[in-house]
C-alpha cells in the first residue's frame, strides 16, 4: 500500500527555520515527482515546491523563493523541505504529495497525499 508521512511541522518564531519530510513507502519512490502543498485556515491549498524524482530538478512557488529548498534522498525514499526565515504567513498544513512522472502544480494530478503536518509561526 502506497503511503506518505509527513513529519517535522512545529511551533517556530518569525524568522527561524524548520525542516519537513515526507517519507514514501509502497511505490517506486524513483519513478514519482513529489510537491509540497499547504492550506491556511480560509485558504484554498496551494502549491509551495515541487522536484521531479528521475532528475531532481525543483520549483518553488514565487512567495517561497530563495527561503524554502526541496530535495530528496532516493536512499531513504525521503523528500526534505527546509523552510528558512519563516514568515507568519507561511503558517499552514503541510502536505506531501506523490504523482507518476513528473511533478506538476496540478494537484488533481497527484496519486497518494499524506495526512499533513501543521507548521505555526508567532510573531
Known amino acids: 500500500e502506497a503511503q506518505l508521512v509527513e513529519s517535522g511541522g512545529g511551533l517556530v518564531q518569525a524568522g527561524g527555520s524548520l525542516r519537513l519530510a515526507c517519507a514514501a513507502s509502497?511505490?517506486?519512490?524513483?519513478?514519482?515527482?513529489i510537491g509540497w502543498f499547504r492550506q491556511a485556515p480560509g485558504k484554498e491549498r496551494e502549491g509551495v515546491s515541487l522536484i521531479t524524482g528521475n532528475d531532481g530538478r525543483t520549483f518553488y512557488t514565487d512567495s517561497v523563493k530563495g527561503r524554502f529548498t526541496i530535495s530528496n534522498d532516493n536512499a531513504k525514499n525521503t523528500v526534505y523541505l527546509q523552510m528558512n526565515s519563516l514568515k507568519l504567513e507561511d503558517s499552514a498544513v503541510y502536505y506531501c504529495a506523490a504523482v507518476f512522472g513528473r511533478a506538476t502544480w496540478d494537484e488533481s494530478e497527484y496519486d497518494y497525499w499524506g495526512q499533513g503536518t501543521q507548521v505555526t509561526v508567532s510573531s
Open positions: 509502497g511505490f517506486t519512490f524513483e519513478d514519482y515527482g
